[in-house]
């Protein structure tokens, strides 16, 4: 490897950590705020995230007032389907107390969603492993992830992973993902932020959003897309010739 | 089931074939038109497919006027790893001779590829399947993917399917798929057209990819999206924080 | 094409149609048998398929006897959340009366499902996109997937593909599949039969279920596999060091 | 968080870090040791990787022993299309020097590649991310992957993740796999081993390689399965009823 090197100077010579840039149609995704992450008294996984539940609110009221869509996630597991956590559970046994309609995965009280933000049940780490996420966005047009909630060390990252992978441009605002220790979560933020997406402020992000709000320019006009095709459709053939609800 | 009822009685009933409608960022997928699918006089598993070559080159013409990508595929295996190909030649041994580097592989010489167009090799049906087209389609903003080249039941019918699911607009223009037998192109083209995506005439395909050009919202101008957020953005705190090349 | 040729002779030349076979880890999935399918009653899109149900029961009883897992399926969208659907109810409105909690989504009363008999909720054709189903199928060592349901022409079809592309060898029984017409019943047995999977006789599905359970070589065996390497594994470092439970 | 506690404290409270076990049928996965990222001299981002190199052959011939499959993998974009690599080289520009064809995409000369190993070409971190090795891995029956080669906190971490949540068991031997810096790969090795997949030393791994070799319990076995339901076939409908070759 390097020898001992500084990790900031080998990425530096390696130019790593250039910036992937904002998009026009962002959603803003809470990963996994569910009771058994942020409630130290129920959960021995949990980590005191009051801080990041209310820097994740902060970006929701932004994302809503900008017009962009809020996607949530929670871990959650069939008790009477032990398979349904695959081979995860042997790391990590704690996942067995992830069961549908069981307290440990209601969202945290303090999470301000909407009953319109779409609640995806995921079973792995990445919001997008195994659930229909990436359609979702690309179905609506968005090119902007803002990923907040836990961990950063394991959901988070995992996610921003394949935001980028998908196509999504990732970004971290920091205030507003959590780990169940520092040292992870520091790290997995030097990473985030040197190979995969954004890691910026909770200030610079909802600067983001509110500019988006101003220029009406945010992903809610992805609804609107489509139209000049549509317009002109002269003779569509085909089973039936309705015309589009 | 119906009780014998003519197909298109049911579907009328179910209101099914509605139309998925045209976006404004489209690309062009051109998939399978390799010789092994192309050349009957080399290839058992090939049907005479020069009109629908024909068609899909007015096509590649017109989507470059208007600025869209193109996309290539083609099916190959790896001769010296016999499990590349999965399961599959268990059904089709012909899949076996589908080799990389081999004659069959290659495109037909008449299909009008430009060197930027980028050729996916892909193992299975579906030219979304173990490849990362998704990822292509999502980053550049493509909304609407139009799909031509063979077989009309087979890789084209799988594209479809998957390119709704992964929230692109699939639009199939009749005259540019192909297959070996005219029962199951027919019958493939008559459930997409109800289910999956939009089965329409070349001219109307022509015509949509005039008028993106006419009016300059093609593909293209994806590449300028991101320049709000990236204009306004003030302090990206990170490992680096070099200006974006 | 093949100008006008018979496909069954067309495909015989091009030798389609080889047998996928059995594998001895098999699961049993049943796909999509909700009200919504099989009440006509109340559904427009939904068809005749008491029969189909029937042949869904008695190769559930088969597996459930060899010790093979089942996995059910239905479609269902968050009523308050129009997007959870993406792009696809833009080609069949009767998609958005699919609705989480509400009578269409629920397995038709005459299906036989156990409380333990894992239900996945999908979004789309396929049982594998925007689905665990891949991961749960490989963690549990499963090499054979038996697909039943409606409809033969959609969701089994591209369930058949999908499977056949992760690795699983599809079977079909074909009294216990169905569609609601005939002809696109039949031409999708034709081509998963060609292309991607085995469609066999009730009979003969039920048979080789018989076999498993004799020689006690059925899917349950898997739980029993890893134990060469984890009753010798000396001294695994890491974290924690405890016993597996 | 945890207001400073320390990670491993944390860690063993919540009950992280046990063991994912080894199957009976692993594969060996050897991720990017291409002259990218292997020579300091030609890349700015490569390491000295000489040692995992070595370790990595040891395990080679050990699992050619035990009759265990071998998959590398490379990233590669082709140079014309500068969409190939999606977002990703905002982040990292250095990713645009993998051109296919380039010296800094071949594997390491030192590296001890068979010509039946498969190589697959990669565009993301993960190995199964736009890739076919998931279908690749269940086809053949394995379930346990090892994963050796760089970088640990890039695309080795990344494709533990998907290994885990694809269904096969993660083990990796610590002395084969290697980063650019100390600091982010001892923090993956910290993470996977709590989170994703088994750390173990490289002699432990080999040992295990050893096992499966006396008792003859090796993927090559995958092969031989899927007897049992063929044998007794009876009679299988369909297009065709060719005899299996």
Chains 1, 2, 3, 4 share one sequence.
């Not at 803002?146 to 988070?156: I, L, N």
């Not at 610079?204 to 992805?222: F, H, K, T, W």
């Amino acid at each position: 490897m390097s020898g001992g090197a500084d990790k900031r100077t080998v990425y530096e010579r390696a130019r790593l950590g250039e910036r992937v840039g904002y998009g026009e149609h962002p959603a803003l995704l809470v990963v996994d705020l569910q009771v058994g992450f942020t409630a130290p008294e129920l959960s021995p996984v949990a980590g005191e995230l009051g801080a990041v539940i209310a820097a994740a609110n902060r970006l929701l009221g932004a994302a809503r007032a900008a017009g962009a869509p809020a996607y949530f996630t929670v871990i959650a597991y069939d008790p009477q389907c032990p398979d349904d956590a695959g081979l995860w559970p042997r790391k990590g046994p704690y996942l067995r107390t992830l069961t549908v309609g069981g307290d440990l995965v209601r969202l945290d009280p303090r999470v301000e969603r909407h009953p319109s933000d779409l609640l995806l049940v995921k079973k792995y780490a990445s919001a997008f492993f195994g659930t229909h996420l990436a359609a979702l966005l690309a179905a609506r047009g968005i090119d902007t992830v803002m990923v907040t909630g836990c961990t950063t060390s394991g959901c988070v990252r995992a996610t921003v992973v394949d935001a980028l992978g998908y196509g999504f441009r990732p970004i971290v605002p920091r205030e507003a993902v959590g780990d169940r220790a520092d040292e992870p979560h520091e790290a997995s933020l030097f990473d985030i932020d040197a190979k995969y997406g954004d890691v910026v402020s909770l200030e610079e992000a909802l600067a983001y959003l509110a500019r988006l709000r101003s220029v009406g320019r945010a992903a809610g006009d992805a609804a609107a897309r489509g139209r000049v095709g549509e317009a002109a459709a002269p003779t569509a053939p085909g089973v039936k010739r309705a015309s589009k609800s």
